[in-house]
């Protein structure tokens, strides 16, 4: 059976930029798995992806011809309908075999097996593989129909009639199996050999394709395009690398990812130029015009070897002209209007103090039950004070108070307004500029921090109590109003708030309980349900779960340490360490069964409050384990309370050899009740005393 490498391309108009990378991936993808599902790609077949502004293609190696024929056996009903008493079809049978196209007579294929409990009827049989035509028609359409399209576009094609619903106009279809063109049709193309390259500098057009190898080769050599979407980006890099050096200083572009993948979804071939606009620009806050030159420009900032920025900025342009004057001159006429405005903002906004601004917020609608930003400030406040009072010292409560206070008051700044991703740092800027001083305007920009995964958390105290404050606020205000997180929807980021308090407790060590602050949070809103501390507490503890099995940690240490609610989460990490050094341990799996066997038995005894009386204690096991016991608990309780867990823990493992002999020798459930009572004093009491780290019956 031939096989032949395959090239599958479908040039459109220009694609949407933010979604070209998902839509290649998932054009060549799909594409890809259906023609292995139908037998004509192999285990052994590669993909390559390709992605332009105006294509979409993929190239699969060693497809063949024809798929084999597959030998399927199918269930067709119970022996119980499909024969009558005298073993002949009936009619529910024939009419399924006649589907079919078999007949009862003469149906080598029916067979009788069973079926779980019952015994059914099978028919076995052959299906003709697929030609390449049909199995690529059949993974074109599915590979269009499950393409993630942001927007479907309505158009019609060439007859005038007929609408097709598209991401964007489709132009031409290009299938080569080998060297020979694939019969097949999509959005009212043909498939055929030729294409089309760049808009103004391809050097023929339009572009005929030898073979599907010669693909990427040829697009680039007659039609001035680099198809693939990673070798573009790679090139783009290069030459912004490349750009930086030559204007020396230590300069280097911005690094930015998405920035990156959109220039790269924007041009087909780059050619990277250096700009610069007046250096008077540079007295705004370099976040501003870093911002306007990304979003609404493209371009990339230069910083400098001290990362500040530069007057020089990098533009990746479409086109290669041998004098590119213009396209320099051009890029540096349209960006200075962009920064003009700036620094209009910034001008004008420091004209007012930030808290001139803050008796406005109350007219700022913050959400329709929880009433405006100027309440919600006053709650912030509120808790802030509870939390610096706590963390060390009313001057930290007054610092964080005043934080607090002006933390929302840039929301009301032209920059803001235009730039609503500067809320935080512009704070910080505007109130180094009324004098506030580095500690308040930090924590003004930090009180958003950790924004994301992976950043930087808040760089003093203020910031780290109005930061709490703040989230916690966020939390207990929306689950309040039953604005909880539902499956993979969650509008108000509470996932991510919830996570940085977490970090925030537990990187900084904070000396609060988690439960308190939660309280302390949803008492500042009357409308809350008295089960809304409880449900934000299991959210909190979900999200710390979930953030320490990223890190490494196993199910069951999470479990085990996560079932005690340690209300201090900085002790997390020492107690999981000592968790995972005890489960190490020989000793670690029968006291983990036992502590599990202890939980059992207490749970279904009346009662069991941890006290024994030595007098009741008759079985050599018993008076054994009550020593140990005595001798030990105290020694593991003044290491738990030193902090010293892993000690404590295995203080603890030297109760297995009682304890298993307390459990061969002693019945614990005895008939007379003061015997029994004190046995289950002795397992509370031991119970108690293993399980402060941990629950270690999570272990078992």
């Not at 390559?48 to 993929?58: H, N």
């Not at 001139?356 to 329709?368: D, P």
Request: charged share 25%.
């Amino acid at each position: 059976m031939a096989s032949h490498n395959l090239l599958v391309e479908l040039f459109v108009e220009e694609l949407p930029p933010k979604a070209l990378k998902k839509l290649g991936e998932a054009f060549a993808g799909v594409l890809f798995e259906q023609l292995k599902a139908q037998g004509l790609a192999s285990a052994q077949s590669q993909l390559t992806s390709f992605a332009s502004p105006r294509r979409l293609a993929a190239h699969v190696t060693t497809v063949a011809t024809h798929a084999a024929d597959k030998a399927v056996s199918q269930k067709l009903m119970p022996v119980s309908v499909g024969l009558d008493a005298a073993g002949n079809a009936t009619p529910a049978l024939l009419k399924k075999l006649n589907a079919l196209g078999a007949d009862a007579s003469e149906a080598p294929g029916l067979k009788r097996a069973m079926d779980g409990k019952a015994e059914a009827l099978f028919y076995d049989s052959t299906v003709k593989g697929a030609t390449l035509a049909e199995g690529l028609q059949r993974a074109l359409n599915e590979s269009i129909a499950k393409l993630p399209i942001p927007k479907v576009m309505t158009y019609q094609l060439a007859d005038g009639w007929t609408d097709v619903k598209f991401v964007r106009p489709a132009h031409s279809l290009v299938a080569l199996h080998g060297r020979d063109v694939v019969p097949v049709e999509v959005l009212g193309l043909k498939a055929g050999n030729t294409t089309h390259g760049h808009r103004f500098e391809a050097a023929v057009d339009p572009v005929r394709l030898h073979d599907a190898d010669s693909y990427a080769a040829t697009l680039e050599k007659d039609g001035a395009v680099i198809a693939s979407f990673e070798a573009r980006r790679a090139e783009i890099v290069r030459q912004l690398g490349a750009a930086a050096a030559r204007v020396g200083g230590g300069a280097r572009a911005i690094e930015d990812d998405a920035l990156l993948d959109e220039v790269t979804a924007l041009v087909e071939r780059p050619n990277v130029l250096v700009c610069e606009f007046e250096q008077e620009f540079l007295e705004v806050p370099q976040e501003c015009l870093i911002l306007t030159m990304k979003a609404n420009q493209k371009y990339f900032p230069l910083l400098d070897a001290r990362g500040k920025l530069t007057h020089k900025f990098l533009v990746v342009s479409n086109i290669r002209p041998a004098d590119a004057s213009a396209v320099v001159g051009g890029n540096e006429r349209v960006v200075r209007p962009r920064l003009a405005d700036a620094k209009f903002f910034f001008d004008h906004d420091r004209r007012k103090t930030l808290e001139s601004r803050v008796a406005g917020l109350a007219k700022v609608v913050y959400h329709n039950k929880l009433g405006t930003q100027g309440e919600r400030v006053e709650r912030v406040r509120a808790l802030a004070k509870v939390i610096g009072a706590e963390l060390g010292s009313d001057h930290l409560a007054a610092q964080a108070d005043r934080a607090a206070m002006l933390a929302k008051a840039d929301l009301l700044t032209d920059m803001v307004g235009e730039f609503p991703e500067l809320q935080g740092v512009m704070g910080r800027y505007y109130a180094l500029n009324d004098g506030l001083g580095n500690e308040i305007a930090d924590a003004i920009e930090d009180h958003y921090k950790p924004r994301f995964a992976g950043d930087e958390l808040p760089r003093n105290p203020v910031g780290l109590v109005v930061a709490l404050a703040d989230k916690l606020e966020t939390l207990a205000g929306l689950f309040s109003v039953g604005q909880l997180p539902t499956g993979d929807r969650d509008p108000f980021a509470l996932r991510r708030h919830a996570l940085g308090i977490v970090r925030m407790l537990m990187e900084k060590d904070l000396p609060l309980g988690i439960d308190g602050l939660i309280v302390q949070a949803v008492g500042l809103f009357p409308q809350a349900d008295p089960k809304t501390a409880g449900l934000l507490s299991e959210f909190v503890y979900d999200r710390l779960a979930g953030a320490l099995r990223e890190q490494g940690y196993g199910p069951q240490e999470v479990d085990a340490v996560l079932a005690l609610r340690p209300q201090r989460l900085g002790d997390v990490a020492k107690r999981l360490a000592a968790v995972r050094a005890f489960a190490a341990l020989p000793e670690a799996p029968a006291l983990a069964a036992a502590n599990k066997r202890i939980g059992n038995i207490l749970k279904k005894a009346d009662k069991a409050d941890a006290h024994v009386s030595e007098a009741l204690l008759r079985e050599d096991a018993e008076k054994t384990l009550y020593a140990a016991t005595r001798k030990l608990a105290p020694q593991a309780a003044s290491q738990f309370e030193a902090g010293d867990y892993t000690g404590s823990l295995q203080t603890l493992a030297a109760l297995r050899g009682p304890v298993d002999a307390f459990f061969d020798d002693v019945m614990v459930n005895a008939e007379e009740p003061d015997l029994r009572l004190n046995r289950l004093g002795l397992l509370a009491t031991l119970h108690q005393a293993m399980n402060r780290v941990a629950d270690l019956s999570r272990l078992a």
